[in-house]
């Protein structure tokens, strides 16, 4: 549970139909992963406050709360108390209010998290995993890579399942499929806004960036369907037609 499960509120607290807490829970955000994590729960955030809206809707009360087992960086502190959730620190006493550490990829001016920073690093780092040299026809080796992850998880060529997910896989092979086209045309930039169908985190690219393209659900697409879903087919076709 945590942060790589991407899609699920991790735990809640108060009886049905009554006020509840919605609790993400994270392990103790070591600074190697800082980038990563960030933007898991750049992701997860959206979709449990999604759920806490739907829950309005149908008249219920609902607190977002994350639960840390060690200091968050003060950027991630920063993003969630903007937004009024609370975040506590677990520790053998009990829980405290987290106050912190220094952050390695620091929050913008505006107080937005410095997306092209933290795609930047998680895309470096699948790279360096991986060999990959950052150019358009390097994602058939990152399609190979998530062939080989379904293939761990039990799945053939010709299986799906709908809900399988890898976290960590998702956030960093999709932050290196949208560096590749980022970098391979003139106009394209991460965008972070609401959950909806290009995902809470994508790219929007072209002419006025009228373009949406979720890079990272189409990682979790090829896991869940297969080959069906190319990576290399996405980036290379949108290529083709933004810079034409």
């Not at 502190?77 to 620091?106: H, K, Q």
Request: negative net charge.
């Amino acid at each position: 549970m945590g942060l790589a499960d991407l899609d699920t509120v991790d735990l809640v607290t108060g009886p049905p139909g009554g006020d509840q807490g919605l609790w993400i829970v994270t392990d103790d955000w070591p600074p190697a992963r800082e980038a990563l994590d960030y933007v898991q729960l750049l992701v997860k955030l959206a979709g449990v406050l999604a759920y806490a809206d739907r829950l309005g809707e149908e008249g219920h009360r609902s607190t977002v709360l994350l639960h840390s087992a060690g200091e968050p960086p003060v950027s991630a502190l920063e993003f969630l108390r903007e937004r009024g959730i609370a975040a506590m620190v677990g520790s053998g006493d009990g829980p405290r209010p987290a106050t912190g550490r220094p952050a390695e990829y620091p929050n913008l001016h505006d107080g937005s998290p410095d997306l092209e920073a933290l795609q930047g690093a998680n895309a470096a780092r699948f790279a360096d995993e991986h060999g990959l040299d950052g150019s358009v026809e390097s994602l058939t080796l990152v399609d190979d890579v998530l062939d080989a992850r379904r293939r761990a998880h039990g799945l053939g060529p010709g299986d799906e399942d709908e809900d399988f997910a890898d976290g960590d896989l998702i956030v960093l092979a999709g932050a290196y499929a949208g560096e590749v086209l980022r970098h391979h045309t003139p106009e394209a930039a991460w965008w972070l806004g609401p959950t909806g169908n290009s995902g809470p985190l994508h790219l929007r690219a072209g002419l006025g960036h009228g373009t949406r393209v979720n890079a990272l659900g189409r990682v979790r697409r090829h896991l869940q369907y297969g080959a069906g879903e190319s990576v290399h087919g996405l980036i290379s076709t949108l290529l083709s037609r933004l810079n034409n």
